[in-house]
Structure formats: structure tokens, C-alpha cells
């Protein structure tokens, strides 16, 4: 592989998790909360020493009217928050208010690009393109950017880290695109995977309901287990850490440990 040193999107990383600026003078009287850093619709009122075990439930493939809303109930009902990186041609009048529903539930809506294409063989104009159509058109309807990216097949190059202004994300997956793998197999292997810090691969596919069931279970059993749900942002929050969004050819599948591609 070719490694580039130059390439755009460095600019925003020193403020992706916010607050180190003003951390440094007042840490000791008032530490930053999530609500100050991300915004209180979107976050509580609680410092990064407040958070226990964290794990970050995430979708990725919608919106969509069928099985995103019925994992937006289930979440509602556990008072849990959840990121769902949409793809961008998945977007409609329709979906979108399904969109808004999650934001306003206090999910994170994030980036899956606009076709779900091999990106690693695109120019990188064809790369911002995909994730510019995107993150504008999430923008519109939630009125903020999606702030995390997540590859379509997890397929990078040192072109999409040096184009792409934004954390890559990874996740532990339990191939749940895959019909034959039953509910009892997702739920055993989420339980089963699940560390503090840990992003969580799903899909919110219009079909998927298999994993809307195991979600049932998984649920209220990572709760039980003392996880607290929360969205990507917050999970690196709870965790102090701010996760690389320059040209590093990183992508993370638990917040507190990269890994190179
Ligand atoms: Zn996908």
C-alpha cells in the first residue's frame, strides 16, 4: 500500500470530542459534561467519571419504515440510545421522519456513504462525493452532520483515510446480514463479545427482523450485565478519548484500542 502523508480532514479533529481546550483550566472545578459536548437533547448531564461500562449498539444500511422503527421501540423501552449509519440513497421523505425519530430519541445518525460501494476503488472526489451527499442530506433533516464513518464492507484504502474527515469504525459483528444465522446465534454472540468500551455491529436492514428479535434479549441482558447504551460520540466521551479523524489509517472496533487496517 502506498502510505500519503498529506490529506484533508485534520482540521476538525481537535475538537471531535470537545472540551480539551477549556479542560485544561477549569478541570478541577467543572469538568465537561456529555449534554455541554454533544448537546442535551442528544446527551445527559454527566461527566466522563460518572459513566460505568459502556457498549455502542450500532445499525448499519438504513433508514428505513419497517425494521429501524421497531428498533427504535425497543430501545425507547429500555431507555437506551443507539448510532445508525445510513446510507444515503436509503434517504426518502418517508425514511427521513424515521431519521428524526432516532435523533430525537437521542440516537446518533452516522455515515455508511451514499450507494454502499466499494470505496477503496473510487477516486477520492468520488470518495467526498459519497460521503458529502450523505452527510449533507442527514444534515438537512436533523440539522447537525453525521460525525462517525463506517466503510460499506469494511473496505479501505490510505485514499479514503486522507479524503474522509471523519473517525472510521469498525464493530464486532455476529454476521447478522446472514438469514441463516438464527436469533439465538445473534444473541449468544453479542452476549458473548460484549467488553466495556465496545462498538457493536448490527444491521437495520428493511427485512432483518431476526435481529430485531434478538435485540429483545440482548437489550435488557447488556443492561443487566451493567452496561450503559450509549451512542459512538458518547461512548468515546465516557471514555476520554478522542479518536483519530485525520489521514491515520485507523479504524476502531472498541473505543478505548485502534486498529491499523
Ligand atoms: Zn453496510
Not at 466522563?48 to 461500562?53: I, R
Not at 472510521?168 to 446465534?185: A, L, R, S, Y
Amino acid at each position: 500500500m502506498a502510505m500519503m502523508t498529506s490529506g484533508c480532514g485534520s482540521a476538525d479533529s481537535s475538537t471531535a470530542a470537545g472540551g480539551e481546550t477549556s479542560a485544561v483550566t477549569t478541570a478541577a472545578t467543572t469538568a465537561t459534561t456529555a449534554a455541554e459536548t454533544f448537546g442535551t437533547t442528544q446527551h445527559p448531564e454527566k461527566e466522563a467519571s460518572e459513566y460505568g461500562k459502556v457498549i455502542a449498539l450500532t445499525f448499519d444500511d438504513g433508514p428505513n419504515t419497517t425494521c429501524t422503527p421497531l428498533i427504535l421501540d425497543l430501545l425507547q423501552k429500555y431507555n437506551a440510545r443507539a448510532s445508525f449509519f445510513v446510507i444515503g440513497d436509503n434517504i426518502t421523505e418517508e425514511s427521513a421522519q424515521v431519521m428524526k425519530r432516532a435523533y430525537a430519541q437521542g440516537c446518533e445518525i452516522n455515515n455508511h456513504s451514499r450507494t454502499h460501494s466499494y470505496m477503496n476503488k473510487m477516486t477520492a472526489e468520488e470518495i467526498k462525493a459519497e460521503i458529502s451527499y450523505t452527510s449533507d442530506l442527514v444534515e438537512k433533516y436533523i440539522g447537525e452532520p453525521t460525525r462517525f464513518f463506517r466503510p460499506p464492507y469494511i473496505a479501505v484504502n490510505q485514499t479514503m483515510f486522507d479524503s474522509i474527515d471523519m473517525p472510521f469504525i469498525n464493530g464486532k459483528g455476529c454476521n447478522d446480514w446472514e438469514e441463516k444465522v438464527t436469533v439465538q446465534q445473534r444473541i449468544d454472540k453479542v452476549l458473548e463479545m460484549a467488553e466495556d468500551g465496545d462498538i457493536i455491529l448490527l444491521h437495520d436492514q428493511p427485512s432483518n427482523y431476526q435481529t430485531v428479535e434478538a435485540l429483545e434479549t440482548i437489550i435488557p441482558e447488556l443492561q443487566k450485565q451493567g452496561f450503559e447504551l450509549v451512542t459512538v460520540s458518547e461512548l468515546f466521551f465516557a471514555k476520554g478519548i478522542t479518536p483519530v479523524s485525520d489521514s491515520t489509517p485507523k479504524i476502531y472496533t472498541n473505543s478505548m484500542q485502534e486498529s491499523n487496517w
